[in-house]
T-cell receptor, first 113, second 111 residues
C-alpha cells in the first residue's frame, strides 16, 4: 500500500533547466524529508520539514529548494540543474523527527544531459 | 574521513545462514537507524536504536554507544532478505537534525 506518492517517476532534462518534483503523503504525518541517492547508491538527507521548521543539510547547493503548501506536501525544486544532480530523489514522511518510522516514496529518477 | 563505516560491503549467504552486519561511527551520535533497500529500490525503516538491543522477527539490532558501533543480525536468512542494508547516524547539533548514512551492505541470499 503506497502512502507516499512521488511524481514524476522519471525525468530527463538538459543542463541549466529548472525541474520540480512532487511529493504527497496520505499518512497524516507531521514530518517530511527529501533524500538524494547517487549513482553509487550513497544516500544523503537533503531537507527535513517538521512542524513548519525547515532543516537544511548544509552540503545541499542553493539551487535546490523545498516547497511546502501544507504538511502533506513537500515538493523539491532545482533551479538550474547540473550533471551531478543526476540521481534518484526519495521523499519520505514520519510522525516526527528521530525515533519514528519513516515511510518512503518510490523515488524520482533524474537524468541531466 | 567517513563518519559512518559499514562492513562488509557485500555478503553472500546460503538460505538459512545467519548474517551479522556492522556499522562503526567516528563521532558522537543521538541514535543509529537501520534501513533496508529492496533490489528494485524501495526503502523501508527497520530500526531506530539509540542504545541496547531491539528485535523484530528475525532481525536484531544492537547499538553500543561507548564502543561506537551498531550491528544488525539476520537469523535464518531467506532469499527475500536480499537487498542493501543501510545504517544511518542521527545527530542533533544545536537544535538541528542530521542523518548520515553508511555506504551499505549488499546482501545476496542464495537458494
Amino acid at each position: 500500500e503506497t502512502a507516499v506518492f512521488q511524481t514524476p517517476n522519471y525525468h530527463v532534462t538538459q543542463v541549466g533547466n529548472e525541474v520540480s518534483f512532487n511529493c504527497k503523503q496520505t499518512l497524516g504525518h507531521d514530518t517530511m524529508y527529501w533524500y538524494k541517492q547517487d549513482s553509487k547508491k550513497l544516500l544523503k538527507i537533503m531537507f527535513s520539514y517538521n512542524n513548519k521548521q525547515l532543516i537544511v543539510n548544509e552540503t545541499v547547493p542553493r539551487r535546490f529548494s523545498p516547497q511546502s503548501s501544507d504538511k502533506a506536501h513537500l515538493n523539491l525544486r532545482i533551479k538550474s540543474v547540473e550533471p551531478e544532480d543526476s540521481a534518484v530523489y526519495l521523499c519520505a514522511s514520519s510522525l516526527g523527527l528521530g525515533e519514528y518510522e519513516q515511510y518512503f516514496g518510490p523515488g524520482t529518477r533524474l537524468t541531466v544531459l | 574521513g567517513q563518519q559512518v563505516q559499514q562492513s562488509p560491503a557485500s555478503l553472500v549467504l546460503q538460505e538459512g545462514e545467519n548474517a551479522e552486519l556492522q556499522c562503526n561511527f567516528s563521532t558522537s551520535l543521538n541514535s543509529m537507524q537501520w534501513f533496508y533497500q529492496r533490489p528494485e529500490g524501495s526503502l523501508v525503516s527497520l530500526f531506530y536504536n539509540p542504545s541496547g538491543t531491539k528485535q523484530s522477527g528475525r532481525l536484531t539490532s544492537t547499538t553500543v554507544i561507548k564502543e561506537r558501533r551498531s550491528s544488525l543480525h539476520i537469523s535464518s536468512s531467506q532469499i527475500t532478505d536480499s537487498g542493501t542494508y543501510l545504517c544511518a547516524m542521527e545527530q542533533r547539533p544545536s537544535g538541528s537534525w542530521q542523518l548520515i548514512f553508511g555506504s551499505g551492505t549488499q546482501l545476496t541470499v542464495m537458494p
